[in-house]
């Protein structure tokens, strides 16, 4: 074709000392055209159609390829194509300019497979997240090092076609650098093996809601990569956390919370202790009359009663001898029934309520039950709810909820005193 361009230009009248130089020009020009052209039309009209009709099916899997640009890199392998085809026919192959034009199109063309191979991982990356009902499999991680393998062989390639070598040969130098490549790739070797003990131990997947203290992170896990974790925290940041920080320190993953549907409450009233007293028979029959203490009560005392006479064998049993209801006492039997009849509560799991050591601020009352929500939001209304009335209530039992004294308290003191 050399040979036909050059005769061309001849019977246009150029002069023959610039025959070979305007033909090599022309038929370059010829390949450029034709490989700009042919990308051109790929890209504009047939990925057009293509997309369209990718729009308009029912299938959801086709529209990563949109996503992900698969189809717009597999146009750019056409005019590299071109390129290597069209060169031997418009060049003698002893030309160099063949020779570089044919090495740019192979590297290049190299370049470009790594780059489309990636996007179709990245398609059933996606594909996988969608789909896969358990999301154990550390496909992330195992994409990223194909990925890294497809451009490390790339790489050689490349350079094994400059060098005009074969890839075997470079190949065969890198045994000598072992050592030094698993120093350089040591993190990329360490997320993998984390990630592949992160998967068959069921550690973590994304979609998790996990706490690493010692890294700030504390949210919904949103990606597992080959080297790290990316963690979207609460107010929005984003954490990201070494792969192999999962497996060599510790941290709390709240998946079995979501699993079970019901939240953790576990807090505390603290009580005056100065406040807490025996009932009067009066109030013992006062409180009897309220519907979640009464059949208490009404047991208690009975049970009360049978236990003084059994003590009293002299008729001689005094007020400290006997047994007594204290209004700590009936008021934590209170928040148990409070709590089981609370639609709130869940009582097919742990409910109760207990007495923690006392401190120096006064008796702790630990509230230790579950709420029928994991919504974080509908979780601290069931919360606030249970303890506004608590401390409304603790009132009616003679009882005062403990708290540092305020301006308030000092200023009702001295207005006391005077």
């Not at 042919?38 to 299938?59: C, D, E, F, G, R």
């Not at 990606?223 to 609460?234: M, P, S």
């Not at 049970?303 to 209004?327: C, F, M, P, V």
Request: charged content about 20%; overall charge neutral; aromatic content about 10%.
């Amino acid at each position: 074709m050399n040979e036909l361009i050059m005769t061309w230009l001849a019977e246009q009248g150029v002069n023959k000392n610039y025959l070979e130089m305007s033909a090599m020009v022309l038929g370059l020009t010829f390949i450029i055209f034709t490989a700009t052209i042919s990308y051109y039309i790929a890209k504009t009209q047939v990925i057009n159609v293509v997309h369209k009709l990718i729009v308009k099916t029912k299938n959801t899997w086709d529209d990563a390829l949109i996503e992900h640009n698969v189809l717009t890199r597999f146009t750019l392998l056409l005019p590299f194509i071109l390129i290597l085809f069209l060169t031997p026919l418009v060049f003698p192959s002893e030309l160099i300019i063949a020779d570089l034009l044919v090495l740019f199109a192979k590297v290049f063309l190299t370049f470009q497979i790594a780059r489309s191979i990636s996007a179709v991982l990245n398609v059933s990356k996606c594909l996988y997240g969608e789909t896969a009902k358990q999301k154990y499999l550390p496909l992330n991680a195992i994409i990223q090092v194909i990925k890294l393998v497809i451009y490390l062989v790339a790489v050689i390639v490349i350079i094994a076609l400059i060098l005009d070598r074969s890839p075997v040969y470079l190949l065969s130098g890198l045994g000598a650098l072992t050592a030094v490549l698993i120093l350089v790739f040591q993190d990329t070797i360490k997320g993998l093996v984390a990630s592949i003990q992160i998967s068959a131990n069921k550690m973590v997947v994304a979609g998790d809601w996990i706490e690493l203290p010692k890294y700030g992170a504390d949210g919904d896990v949103i990606e597992i990569g080959l080297n790290t974790v990316k963690v979207q925290n609460f107010d929005k940041t984003i954490t990201t956390v070494p792969t192999y920080a999962l497996i060599s320190d510790s941290f709390k993953n709240w998946r079995n919370m979501y699993h079970t549907g019901a939240r953790r409450i576990k807090r505390t009233l603290i009580i005056d202790i100065s406040s807490i007293d025996f009932y009067s028979l009066e109030k013992i029959d006062f409180l009897a009359s309220t519907s979640l203490l009464k059949s208490y009560l009404t047991d208690k005392k009975q049970r009360l009663e049978d236990e003084n006479k059994a003590l009293d064998q002299d008729g001689r049993l005094n007020d400290i001898d006997s047994r007594q209801l204290t209004n700590i006492g009936t008021f934590r039997a209170y928040i148990e029934m409070y709590l089981h009849q609370n639609t709130n509560i869940r009582n097919d799991l742990t409910c109760m309520v207990r007495q923690l050591p006392a401190t120096e601020s006064g008796l702790p009352l630990e509230l230790y039950c579950f709420a029928n929500s994991t919504d974080w939001k509908v979780y601290e209304g069931i919360q606030a709810d249970v303890f506004d009335h608590l401390f409304a209530i603790a009132p009616h039992f003679d009882l005062r909820i403990f708290q540092n004294p305020t301006g308030h308290d000092w200023k009702n003191a001295l207005n006391n005193n005077t």
